[in-house]
């Protein structure tokens, strides 16, 4: 487990042009949830579902990751086994950035990736349409699936998210809500705490936190990375 654990969500893949679900003209406004993203919506609208996520998966291909994921690609980079980065996103641009597969944890999935209904068997389909790649799994015959967690559904990553929590000594929350993950009660769990959002949110008392940075994460995330630095240094 590691000293420093870096949170982040939608907001910081915002700025490379992936839209999040809550803006204005999110992804949310255009599709309900309940239709693509809900327990049961592959039973209920299978095709329609597949066709969001293959949308999805064409729309991340030619996104750059932009300054906010370089500079937590080189952190992770200088200090592998005193950081652990943890995101909400299911896009790969943290990955586009440099960051190795065994270096993140997608704690709601990733868009790349298939996963069998029935083995759970994962492949990495990169920008494919599903149909494309396979009607069904190669290992076992069965349905496959996006490898995204629906709303409703268990999240198995969450159990790693609770052993970072319960051993860093820093939290970074970078670009979320607060409406899925209660970041709030994370920051009450470390010895210091950094918030950056791009504006307040009603689910998050940013009172709680030893840092706050309403601004762009790329803006932001210099002087959150000298914090880091300043602080693993000292430890």
Request: hydrophobic letters at 35%.
């Given at each position: 487990?590691?000293?420093?654990?870096?949170?982040?969500g939608?907001g910081?893949?915002?700025?490379?042009?992936?839209?999040?679900?809550r803006?204005a003209?999110?992804?949310?406004?255009?599709?309900?949830?309940?239709?693509?993203?809900?327990?049961?919506?592959?039973?209920?609208?299978?095709?329609?579902?597949?066709?969001?996520?293959?949308a999805?998966?064409?729309?991340?291909e030619?996104?750059k990751?932009?300054?906010?994921?370089k500079?937590?690609v080189?952190?992770?980079?200088?200090?592998?086994?005193?950081?652990?980065?943890?995101?909400?996103?299911?896009?790969?641009?943290?990955?586009?950035?440099?960051?190795?597969?065994?270096e993140?944890?997608?704690l709601?999935?990733?868009?790349?990736?298939?996963?069998?209904?029935e083995?759970?068997e994962?492949?990495?389909i990169a920008y494919?349409?599903q149909d494309?790649?396979a009607?069904?799994c190669p290992s076992?015959?069965a349905?496959l699936?996006p490898n995204?967690v629906?709303f409703?559904?268990?999240?198995?990553?969450?159990q790693?998210?609770?052993?970072e929590?319960?051993?860093?000594?820093l939290?970074?929350?970078?670009?979320?809500?607060?409406?899925v993950l209660?970041?709030t009660?994370?920051?009450?769990?470390?010895?210091k705490?950094?918030?950056?959002?791009?504006?307040p949110?009603?689910?998050?008392?940013?009172?709680?936190?030893?840092?706050?940075?309403?601004?762009?994460?790329?803006?932001?995330?210099?002087?959150?990375?000298q914090y880091?630095e300043?602080?693993?240094e000292?430890?």
């Open positions: 487990m590691s000293k420093v654990l870096i949170l982040s939608a910081i893949s915002a700025e490379s042009g992936i839209s999040t679900f803006e003209d999110g992804l949310w406004e255009k599709h309900a949830i309940e239709d693509v993203c809900t327990a049961g919506c592959l039973d209920m609208n299978e095709e329609g579902t597949i066709k969001f996520y293959d999805r998966r064409v729309d991340i030619n996104k990751p932009n300054y906010a994921h500079v937590i080189e952190l992770k980079q200088k200090y592998p086994h005193d950081i652990s980065i943890l995101t909400q996103n299911v896009d790969d641009l943290f990955e586009k950035a440099g960051m190795k597969e065994d993140i944890v997608h709601h999935g990733y868009l790349r990736e298939l996963r069998c209904r083995c759970d994962i492949f990495d494919q349409n494309s790649f009607h069904e076992c015959g349905k699936r995204i629906f409703g559904e268990a999240a198995p990553k969450y790693i998210l609770t052993q929590l319960n051993s860093c000594k939290i970074v929350i970078i670009g979320t809500s607060g409406n209660d970041v009660y994370f920051a009450q769990l470390t010895d705490s950094i918030l950056n959002n791009l504006e949110s009603n689910a998050i008392d940013d009172s709680y936190f030893t840092k706050v940075y309403y601004a762009k994460a790329t803006e932001a995330i210099g002087e959150i990375a880091i300043d602080f693993l000292n430890e």
